[in-house]
Nanobody, 126 residues
């Protein structure tokens, strides 16, 4: 059974930074994709960033390119999301998930992802 646990959320002012962590345990296997997603109240879940844990290849939503960086520490089975230059519109619950199919951030491909974590709240004030 795969378990994902997010941490690192909090409240910051606009322009600030946070680093989220997603620790994976269980039968994650070696070839997988890890992704970060977010959902604000009243809005649909949005794909933020993902990484192929074998090659380190990454993909980002246009809304976060140049500000967010996804990275991994394979020895710790942990994926990080470094968030810089935060904006109030980044306020959301952030979730991580695992996929064995693709680094897919489009909403119509969310069924590629599973074993969602419980989420960590990020609040950015102006």
């Amino acid at each position: 059974q795969v378990q994902l646990v997010e941490s690192g959320g909090g409240s910051v002012q606009a322009g600030g930074s946070l680093r989220l962590s997603c620790a994976a345990s269980g039968a994650t296997y070696s070839r997988n994709y890890m992704g970060w997603f977010r959902q604000a109240p009243g809005k649909e879940r949005e794909g933020v960033a993902c990484i192929y844990t074998v090659s380190g290849n990454t993909a980002y939503a246009d809304s976060v390119k140049g500000r967010f960086t996804i990275s991994q520490d394979n020895a710790k089975n942990t994926v990080y999301l470094q968030m810089n230059s935060l904006k109030p519109e980044d306020t959301a619950m952030y979730y991580c998930a695992i996929s064995w199919r693709a680094c897919a951030l489009r909403i119509d491909l969310f069924d590629y992802w599973g074993h969602w974590g419980q989420g960590t709240q990020v609040t950015v004030s102006s």
